[in-house]
């Protein structure tokens, strides 16, 4: 919850608050030395025009992370590049940050009072003096960054800005903390004002090269590695591939056959910097003029955007005198010196998409020549510049470089700034690439999971199905031999039954045959006829069937006992009903008889009819 302070603890704080010093601003280096951007003349001009589309001064990047006001620009209306990031309030963060010891990203009112006293006179003295801060900030005890940044955006929208004396504004706040860095000998009371300018030059070019909406102000550590790798080019160093990676980067991971998600370093902050450049080259050399005329010119190239410079040859048109200048190509401007010192400037040319840069041919001492031609129209020339170099190297480099200083007005930004948006869609369409891969990789891993369980699955379903059917099959084969075993038993009941109704049938015949002898008055006591052969034969084989019969009922009983047969619960739909037959191992009663031909009354002996005997009759005629 934060805490409201009163109107009269705010006024005790802008009372103790000392009135700020008048600031002498650091000087800039002067394009006095030779040199050339190399990077700005392999600059595809036709690639940043692609890349920047048509806005009113509304600008948003491909990552959302950056707020391009049209303030800060000379056109209000041309092309924006998608990775364009302005970087004139960077050095108002930086104070910020300076402020911000505890990195938590709020600041005491105090403090911000204080910083917003020495930035007034630049930013504006109506919405950034104390009265305006007081009124705007009063509810809260501490300010956040985003709320800060906010009210900067809204106070300076519609201003023109000086980035130098901003710069040198929070240089001024910031300075007591980084020049506290291991480039400085702790033990020197007095920094060198040589090192002391080194680091303001390096400061300006870190606030031009940082990434958007970070806090505190870093930059992208690819940058960084660049940065280095000029540093060390302007000091005549080795650089080696391992030499920033295997010190400050060992986390670093973008291999794309990796498992794992690419992941990239963090943001370097310029306290992180200026570590890392202490550790690489020492302080030793970082204390010697040589680091001074290097980092000279990359402040040169970097921050204030000179392209090229050197000696040239210029004459006046319908004239034959050629005069030797000292050129410097700076963002769209061409400027003449008189001299190497650049302290007499002799002729400035504002370049415009309206001019052309021509190739001319040798005459006289002059083999090496070029003009700058601005034309209203298709053949009204109204300015003319005609130059000539020393050697053919030398002009072609003219040449290139103002061809791209002047295809680039086009899109309102310098060259520098078009090279630095240019790398950072690079990295952002790398990176994005790098991590669609990544997710292709993990979509297609976890596809192949996905169908090796699946395969799995179908194996294991199969392997069921496998030992289903063998079961089944089993069960089968069980069914049909239990199927036979009832055809064989079903076989012998019915030759069961015939032989007992053979049987029955010659009973009846020698009942009926002994009752028509009494009727006739035979001989009763006569011995029964003996037993023919059918009747061995019968009795024989009835004895041979029941013997089959029970084995194969031992046999059926067995294959009840398998384990191959279905549990009793199961459905046995499929299977035959099963035959239950009883036999009968009592022989019926003396002298009576049961005509009903019933299986349950079947016996494997035939009842001896010749033991019955018919009731005495006497016939009285």
Same mark, same amino acid.
């Given at each position: 919850?934060?805490?409201?302070?009163?109107?009269?603890?705010?006024?005790?704080?802008?009372?103790?608050?000392?009135?700020?010093?008048?600031?002498?601003?650091?000087?800039?280096?002067?394009?006095?030395?030779?040199?050339?951007?190399?990077?700005?003349?392999?600059?595809?001009?036709?690639?940043?025009?692609?890349?920047?589309?048509?806005?009113?001064?509304?600008?948003?990047?491909?990552?959302?992370?950056?707020?391009?006001?049209?303030?800060?620009?000379?056109?209000?209306?041309?092309?924006?590049?998608?990775?364009?990031?302005?970087?004139?309030?960077?050095?108002?963060?930086?104070?910020?940050?300076?402020?911000?010891?505890?990195?938590?990203?709020?600041?005491?009112?105090?403090?911000?009072?204080?910083?917003?006293?020495?930035?007034?006179?630049?930013?504006?003295?109506?919405?950034?003096?104390?009265?305006?801060?007081?009124?705007?900030?009063?509810?809260?005890?501490?300010?956040?960054?985003?709320?800060?940044?906010?009210?900067?955006?809204?106070?300076?929208?519609?201003?023109?800005?000086?980035?130098?004396?901003?710069?040198?504004?929070?240089?001024?706040?910031?300075?007591?903390?980084?020049?506290?860095?291991?480039?400085?000998?702790?033990?020197?009371?007095?920094?060198?004002?040589?090192?002391?300018?080194?680091?303001?030059?390096?400061?300006?070019?870190?606030?031009?090269?940082?990434?958007?909406?970070?806090?505190?102000?870093?930059?992208?550590?690819?940058?960084?590695?660049?940065?280095?790798?000029?540093?060390?080019?302007?000091?005549?160093?080795?650089?080696?591939?391992?030499?920033?990676?295997?010190?400050?980067?060992?986390?670093?991971?973008?291999?794309?056959?990796?498992?794992?998600?690419?992941?990239?370093?963090?943001?370097?902050?310029?306290?992180?910097?200026?570590?890392?450049?202490?550790?690489?080259?020492?302080?030793?050399?970082?204390?010697?003029?040589?680091?001074?005329?290097?980092?000279?010119?990359?402040?040169?190239?970097?921050?204030?955007?000179?392209?090229?410079?050197?000696?040239?040859?210029?004459?006046?048109?319908?004239?034959?005198?050629?005069?030797?200048?000292?050129?410097?190509?700076?963002?769209?401007?061409?400027?003449?010196?008189?001299?190497?010192?650049?302290?007499?400037?002799?002729?400035?040319?504002?370049?415009?998409?309206?001019?052309?840069?021509?190739?001319?041919?040798?005459?006289?001492?002059?083999?090496?020549?070029?003009?700058?031609?601005?034309?209203?129209?298709?053949?009204?020339?109204?300015?003319?510049?005609?130059?000539?170099?020393?050697?053919?190297?030398?002009?072609?480099?003219?040449?290139?470089?103002?061809?791209?200083?002047?295809?680039?007005?086009?899109?309102?930004?310098?060259?520098?700034?078009?090279?630095?948006?240019?790398?950072?869609?690079?990295?952002?369409?790398?990176?994005?690439?790098?991590?669609?891969?990544?997710?292709?990789?993990?979509?297609?891993?976890?596809?192949?999971?996905?169908?090796?369980?699946?395969?799995?699955?179908?194996?294991?379903?199969?392997?069921?199905?496998?030992?289903?059917?063998?079961?089944?099959?089993?069960?089968?084969?069980?069914?049909?031999?239990?199927?036979?075993?009832?055809?064989?038993?079903?076989?012998?009941?019915?030759?069961?039954?015939?032989?007992?109704?053979?049987?029955?049938?010659?009973?009846? #015949?020698? @009942?009926?045959? /002994? $009752?028509?002898?009494?009727?006739?008055? %035979?001989?009763?006591?006569?011995? !029964?006829?003996?037993? *023919?052969?059918?009747?061995?034969?019968?009795?024989?084989?009835?004895?041979?069937?029941?013997?089959?019969?029970?084995?194969?009922?031992?046999?059926?009983?067995?294959?009840?006992?398998?384990?191959?047969?279905?549990?009793?619960?199961?459905?046995?739909?499929?299977?035959?009903?099963?035959?239950?037959?009883?036999?009968?191992?009592? #022989?019926? @009663?003396?002298? /009576? $008889?049961?005509?009903?031909?019933?299986? %349950?009354?079947?016996?494997?002996? !035939?009842?001896?009819? *010749?033991?019955?005997?018919?009731?005495?009759?006497?016939?009285?005629?």
């Amino acid at each position: 919850m934060e805490r409201k302070r009163s109107t009269k603890s705010i006024r005790r704080l802008s009372l103790r608050r000392p009135k700020p010093a008048e600031m002498n601003q650091p000087n800039m280096p002067l394009p006095n030395v030779e040199f050339e951007d190399v990077l700005a003349s392999q600059l595809q001009v036709s690639d940043v025009i692609n890349n920047s589309v048509l806005g009113d001064g509304s600008m948003h990047n491909l990552t959302n992370n950056s707020h391009s006001s049209p303030h800060f620009r000379r056109h209000q209306s041309c092309l924006y590049h998608r990775c364009y990031h302005n970087t004139t309030l960077v050095p108002l963060w930086q104070a910020f940050a300076a402020l911000d010891t505890r990195n938590s990203g709020k600041l005491l009112l105090g403090r911000l009072m204080r910083m917003s006293s020495v930035m007034s006179s630049v930013l504006g003295v109506e919405q950034h003096s104390d009265q305006a801060i007081q009124k705007y900030f009063i509810q809260f005890s501490q300010i956040t960054f985003p709320k800060y940044k906010s009210y900067v955006m809204d106070t300076t929208a519609g201003k023109i800005l000086d980035p130098e004396a901003l710069s040198a504004y929070s240089w001024s706040i910031c300075k007591d903390r980084y020049l506290n860095n291991p480039l400085v000998d702790n033990l020197d009371s007095v920094v060198p004002p040589e090192l002391a300018q080194a680091i303001y030059w390096l400061y300006c070019i870190f606030n031009n090269l940082t990434e958007p909406d970070t806090y505190p102000p870093s930059m992208d550590y690819e940058e960084t590695d660049l940065l280095l790798r000029k540093l060390f080019a302007a000091l005549g160093l080795a650089w080696t591939s391992n030499d920033l990676d295997s010190q400050h980067y060992d986390d670093a991971s973008s291999d794309s056959n990796s498992n794992f998600e690419p992941s990239y370093p963090p943001h370097v902050t310029f306290q992180q910097l200026l570590s890392i450049i202490a550790d690489l080259i020492g302080t030793e050399l970082a204390r010697s003029h040589a680091f001074y005329r290097a980092v000279q010119r990359l402040c040169l190239s970097e921050y204030m955007e000179v392209m090229k410079t050197g000696w040239i040859n210029v004459r006046k048109p319908e004239t034959d005198v050629w005069k030797k200048r000292w050129a410097a190509l700076h963002g769209s401007k061409f400027t003449l010196y008189s001299g190497q010192t650049c302290l007499d400037s002799k002729e400035e040319i504002n370049l415009s998409h309206h001019m052309h840069i021509e190739a001319l041919p040798a005459t006289g001492s002059q083999k090496h020549r070029f003009r700058i031609v601005e034309k209203e129209g298709d053949f009204s020339i109204t300015s003319e510049h005609e130059f000539s170099t020393a050697t053919q190297k030398s002009c072609l480099s003219w040449l290139t470089l103002l061809s791209v200083a002047i295809k680039v007005t086009e899109t309102g930004m310098s060259a520098k700034t078009c090279e630095i948006s240019e790398r950072r869609l690079e990295r952002f369409q790398r990176r994005e690439s790098e991590r669609e891969v990544y997710r292709k990789k993990r979509d297609v891993l976890e596809t192949f999971d996905r169908l090796q369980e699946a395969k799995k699955a179908r194996s294991e379903v199969e392997d069921a199905l496998a030992q289903r059917s063998q079961l089944r099959e089993a069960k089968m084969i069980h069914l049909l031999k239990m199927d036979k075993i009832y055809e064989r038993l079903e076989s012998i009941q019915f030759q069961q039954s015939l032989c007992n109704k053979a049987e029955r049938e010659r009973g009846l #015949l020698r @009942l009926l045959t /002994s $009752f028509e002898r009494k009727l006739h008055g %035979e001989d009763r006591t006569g011995n !029964s006829a003996p037993n *023919s052969p059918e009747k061995s034969d019968q009795k024989s084989m009835l004895t041979r069937l029941a013997a089959e019969r029970d084995q194969l009922e031992h046999a059926l009983e067995e294959l009840r006992m398998t384990p191959s047969h279905p549990p009793a619960n199961h459905n046995t739909s499929s299977r035959k009903p099963s035959l239950v037959i009883h036999r009968v191992e009592s #022989l019926p @009663l003396e002298g /009576s $008889f049961d005509y009903r031909s019933s299986s %349950e009354n079947m016996s494997t002996t !035939s009842t001896d009819f *010749s033991h019955l005997t018919l009731p005495d009759i006497t016939l009285h005629t």
